[in-house]
């Protein structure tokens, strides 16, 4: 892996680490349906104000319809679920599922890509999980149905994520590929229609008690342009450069930085256990993105 790649990869975490904690924020106040709305749309908006001002050529290779049923399969059933989640689950616990993404990635291109598992791959998931494990151990969570459910719906999510990965390479990265700006803005306005009748439903049915204040907004913002607009373009352009497996172990490292926003912004305590979690999360990612020819 490149050193653009690797900090491509780690200003991914740091993104992303701080969605979890934006959507912890917004989703109680708005509701699940409204925050996964206004994230994909705000970040479709971001996107489209940069490819603007860049002067980006609207030229997507008749590839259009592919992304935005993509932008379904990437971005609006995974928000979606990840703000359902965040009703009911901290957002230490959302990060811990989402760094289920790599298995799932290397489950998903055995079962349905024909992609090869190396021993070492396999080793370095299992650490990965371990070590987000002992990263982001807080204290015990009491087993009910809401937490079942906020699990499964994370998990749904992570499937979502790697299924995605694959259909990106086959449909856009391959056959001259695309401009990964355009992919993410039509990623995101597929995003966006798919959420639109889930958020008219949600308003029908239970509108939000109050639609916050500054702070919900200002969450808001970061969520839809930062955690999203920016995130997404850096995500596709990793994506084209490094496929799809180990792209996603960017998802091992959300946590310490879920655990560093956590303690600079929100202070809350830090304990040992984020520096072995740190170790084997850092042995995980090598294990991962190495190298390697022997498959099993």
């Known amino acids: 892996m490149r050193l653009a790649d690797l900090v491509r990869l780690l200003s991914l975490a740091a993104i992303w680490g701080a969605s979890f904690l934006f959507m912890r924020v917004i989703a109680p106040v708005l509701g699940s349906m409204p925050t996964a709305f206004f994230r994909a ?7 489209l104000a940069v490819l603007l001002v860049m002067r980006v050529g609207w030229d997507f290779r008749g590839k259009l319809k592919q992304c935005l049923v993509l932008g379904v399969i990437n971005a609006g059933l995974p928000s ?5 989640a965040a009703l009911v689950l901290p957002a230490g616990y959302s990060a811990i599922f989402n760094a289920t993404t790599p298995m799932m990635g290397v489950l998903i291109g055995i079962l349905f890509f024909a992609e090869a598992l190396t021993l070492s791959k396999a080793a370095g998931v299992a ?19 809401p937490l079942l459910l906020g699990a499964l719906a994370c998990l749904v999510a992570t499937t979502c994520y790697g299924f995605a990965g694959f259909l990106a390479r086959r449909w856009i990265g391959q056959q001259g590929g695309l401009d990964n700006r355009l992919t993410a803005f039509s990623s995101l306005c597929g995003a966006s ?19 916050g204040g500054p702070a919900v907004w200002a969450s808001m913002a970061g969520l839809g342009l930062l955690c999203t607009a920016l995130a997404y373009v850096l995500y596709f352009r990793l994506l084209s450069d490094v496929g799809p497996v180990k792209a996603s172990t960017t998802t091992f490292l959300i946590p310490p930085f879920g655990v560093l926003w956590g303690a600079l912004l929100l202070d809350e305590p830090l304990s040992w256990a984020y520096l072995y979690g740190g170790v ?17």
Request: aromatic share 8%; glycine share 8%; with cysteine.
């Open 41 to 47: 749309s705000l970040g479709a908006v971001g996107l």
């Open 80 to 84: 979606a679920m990840y703000c359902l």
């Open 127 to 145: 650490l990965g999980l371990f070590g987000v494990a002992v990263l982001t151990r807080t204290g015990p969570v009491e087993l009910d149905l």
């Open 193 to 211: 229609l798919f959420l639109l009748p889930l958020f008219l439903g949600s308003l029908a049915l239970q509108p939000p008690a109050s639609w």
């Open 280 to 296: 084997l999360i850092a042995l995980a990612l090598w294990l991962v993105v190495r190298p390697s020819t022997t498959a099993r």
